[in-house]
Nanobody, 124 residues
Framework: QVQLVESGGGLVQAGGSLRLSCVAS????????MGWFRQTPGKEREFVAT????????YYADSVKGRFTTSRDNAKNTVYLQMNSLRPEDTAVYYC?????????????????WGQGTQVTVSS
């Protein structure tokens, strides 16, 4: 059973930056592709970014492309989401997720494990 714990959320002004971290335990982290999703009240969880097991391949939602970067350190069982030029519409609970196939996936149902989420609030 893989456990994921996110951290790094908080309150930031528009234009600012935050880096989220997600630490995995209980599985072989280097074999999992990882994803980032976000959710606001009353809306479905939406895809943000994904990274392959090796870190060589990434894919982003259009809404964050050029502003967010995901990376991973397999030695530390950690995946990161660097968020720059934040906007009020980026306000959400951010979740990391792991999936066994190792490839890039953007649908929530394709992921096997989820963290508890971390709140990101961007003020205008």
């Amino acid at each position: 059973q893989v456990q994921l714990v996110e951290s790094g959320g908080g309150l930031v002004q528009a234009g600012g930056s935050l880096r989220l971290s997600c630490v995995a335990s209980g599985g072989t982290f280097s074999s999992y592709a990882m994803g980032w999703f976000r959710q606001t009240p009353g809306k479905e969880r939406e895809f943000v970014a994904t990274i392959s097991w090796s870190g060589d391949n990434t894919y982003y939602a259009d809404s964050v492309k050029g502003r967010f970067t995901t990376s991973r350190d397999n030695a530390k069982n950690t995946v990161y989401l660097q968020m720059n030029s934040l906007r009020p519409e980026d306000t959400a609970v951010y979740y990391c997720a792991a999936q066994n196939s190792g490839g890039l996936h953007i649908e929530t149902y394709e992921y096997d494990y989820w963290g508890q989420g971390t709140q990101v609030t961007v003020s205008s």
